[in-house]
């Protein structure tokens, strides 16, 4: 069982940055492939970014790249969320999520484990 906690999500104006943290427990974070997810509301979620266990693959939404950066800490059981350049369609409920695995996975139903959500607002 692996258990996420997100934090650091809130208002921002366009072109303004934010970093999500996601703090995980147990001891196999290291095992596990760790990504981001959003959802908009009346939208469905949909990936953002992951990174495998090893932090040397990532892979990103097209919308989302050379913005976003997406990194993790296995000493700290953390994963980040670098969000640069946002823009209003930014906004949206960030989730973290895990999956024990050593490859990489983007699919939303990969995720057996998720937190409860950091919500992101765009606007001026």
């Known amino acids: 069982q692996v258990q996420l906690v997100e934090s650091g999500g809130g208002l921002v104006q366009p072109g303004g940055s934010l970093r999500l943290s996601c703090a995980a427990s147990g001891r196999t974070f290291s095992s596990h492939g760790m990504g981001w997810f959003r959802q908009a509301p009346g939208k469905e979620r949909e990936f953002v970014a992951a990174i495998n266990w090893s932090a040397d693959v990532t892979h990103y939404l097209d919308s989302v790249k050379g913005r976003f950066t997406i990194s993790r800490d296995n000493a700290k059981n953390t994963v980040y969320l670098q969000m640069n350049s946002l823009k209003p369609e930014d906004t949206a409920v960030y989730y973290c999520?895990?999956?024990?695995?050593?490859?990489?996975?983007?699919?939303?139903?990969?995720?057996?484990?998720w937190g409860q959500g950091t919500q992101v607002t765009v606007s001026s």
């Open positions: 999520a895990a999956v024990l695995s050593l490859s990489l996975r983007i699919g939303v139903e990969e995720y057996p484990y």
